[in-house]
């Protein structure tokens, strides 16, 4: 069992940074509304991930564990339309076969936690009263150290954490409801708090993507009968620095796809100055039956099955957008 996750574990696991998406994507699956962050040494020594969402019940332990068990998908028509960000359920069983994983949870309605090893070769799962308030905490201790050559595949310190920095960075855009902080060797680096106004909501973008960007950048939001598409853009980022302010959520999924950045950078061209580079963050929500999730087990890529219908809305509300702004 444990080389068949590991094997798992190279699509899913490849650096820590992969490893902090997947456990917060399930903290967001569980509803948590704040998610407390720890790494240490880059997190090659240590991951440890508390949320305060559903949590786990001692019966349904075990099975979090356990390849392909996912509490998420039950009816094969549920992959037609996903709206969790984790389905595959092969996140922590491939993780737990790479490192040493703990998962100490208590749902509401159970008096005691209680907390999950997985160990030895066959990956049995031990299972112990703990402490624990409503909630998760999952612990990933000494990524890879039975992978030698992936371990060896690991860059500096401070490499591996700007990766995981990135990664919380372009979770908080996505979600202003939720209250992150991220420590790194037990000093505090983020701490958002939930932003539930438009004007707490650019506090905090102003805090990832530079005060620079949120004062230049124009609010838009424009909606159809089932394509909804919101966001900030802003121009005058030249300097090039700025020109990574480009972040673009599905059904608050970060994406990268050709199609939409097409469609993007057709109406920029068209606006922009030479020389100059736009700088985005933009919300598209549709009806989850019109985009597949399932292509990618990293979950970068989607398929619209509407991809022209699409791609129109996008420039359509863009143009209108940068046309009214005068940008
Ligand atoms: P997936 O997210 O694809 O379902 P995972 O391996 O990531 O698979 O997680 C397996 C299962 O463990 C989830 O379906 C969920 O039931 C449970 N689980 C994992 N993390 C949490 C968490 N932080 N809070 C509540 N339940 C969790
Ligand atoms: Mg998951």
Avoid at 134 to 150: H, I, M, S, Y
Wanted: proline content about 4%; some cysteine.
């Amino acid at each position: 069992a444990r080389l068949a996750n590991q094997i798992a574990a190279g699509e899913v696991v490849e650096r820590p940074a992969s490893v902090v998406k997947e456990l917060v994507e399930n903290s967001l699956d569980a509803g948590a509304t704040r998610i407390d962050i720890e790494i240490e040494q880059g997190g090659a020594k240590c991951i440890r991930i508390k949320d305060n969402g559903s949590g786990v019940n001692k019966e349904q332990l075990t099975l979090a564990l356990s390849r392909h068990a996912t509490s998420k998908i039950s009816h094969l028509d549920d992959l037609e339309a996903i709206v969790s960000l984790g389905f595959r359920g092969e996140a922590l069983a491939s993780v737990s076969s790479v490192a040493r994983l703990t998962f100490t949870s208590k749902p509401a309605d159970q008096d005691e936690a209680w907390q999950a090893i997985a160990e030895g070769r066959d990956m049995q799962v031990h299972i112990q009263p703990a402490a624990h308030p409503q909630g998760t905490t999952v612990e990933v201790l000494d990524l890879f150290f039975n992978t030698p050559a992936r371990r060896r595949f690991l860059k500096t310190e401070k490499t591996e954490f700007q990766h995981i920095d990135e990664l919380i960075k372009r979770i908080a855009l996505s979600r202003f409801d939720i209250a992150i902080s991220l420590k790194h060797n037990n000093k505090i680096v983020r701490q958002y708090r939930a932003a539930p106004t438009q004007q707490q909501q650019e506090k905090r973008i102003a805090a990832i993507c530079s005060e620079q960007f949120i004062q230049n950048a124009v609010f838009f939001e424009h909606q159809d009968q089932a394509l909804k598409i919101s966001g900030w853009v802003s121009d005058r980022l030249s300097p090039r620095p700025l020109a990574d302010v480009q972040y673009c959520y599905i059904n608050g999924r970060m994406i990268r796809d050709k199609l939409v950045n097409h469609a993007i950078k057709q109406v920029f061209a068209y606006y922009l100055p030479q020389g100059t580079f736009p700088g985005y963050i933009i919300y598209i929500e549709c009806d989850p039956k019109e985009v597949d999730v399932n292509v990618h087990p990293a979950k970068h890529e989607v398929r619209f099955h509407q991809a022209r219908w699409v791609h129109d809305f996008i420039s359509s509300t863009l143009n209108t957008t940068l046309n009214d702004s005068s940008l």
